[in-house]
């Protein structure tokens, strides 16, 4: 099992930053691909941003040049670094694993094997 546990949401005004954390514990953490995505109150569960072992990443458009997903293997952890905030970035957002996803698949919340319980983040106007 691969243990994940987030870290860093809040409330932050719009145009502001925020510095998401995820923690692995469990398995090797490096081989996995790391994405976050988010749930809106209402909405379906979407794609954020991913990360593969490999540094490889992709981002949703609707936070491409805003949001910056990074990963540090030696610690473990998987960071969202998100600027320009906007109050529709309002959600819980989640850190998932995967160990065999590969291209868009990697953007499908059902290809993953690990969660982590969620983070809030709230962007007041």
């Known amino acids: 099992q691969l243990r994940l546990v987030e870290s860093g949401g809040g409330l932050v005004q719009a145009l502001g930053s925020l510095r998401l954390s995820c923690a692995a514990s469990?398995?090797?953490?490096?081989?996995?691909?790391m994405a976050w995505f988010r749930q809106a109150v209402g909405k379906e569960r979407e794609f954020v941003a991913g990360?593969?072992?490999?540094?490889?990443?992709d981002y949703a458009d609707s936070v491409k040049d805003r949001f910056t997903i990074s990963r540090d293997n030696s610690k473990d952890t998987v960071y969202l670094q998100m600027n320009n905030l906007k109050p529709e970035d309002t959600a819980i957002y989640y850190c998932?694993?995967?160990?065999?996803?590969?291209?868009?698949?990697?953007?499908?919340?059902?290809?993953?094997?690990?969660w982590g319980q969620g983070t809030q983040v709230t962007v007041s106007s």
């Open positions: 990360m593969a072992w490999s540094g490889g990443q």
């Open positions: 469990g398995r090797t953490f490096s081989r996995y691909f």
């Open positions: 998932a694993a995967d160990y065999a996803c590969s291209g868009y698949e990697c953007r499908d919340q059902y290809e993953y094997d690990y």
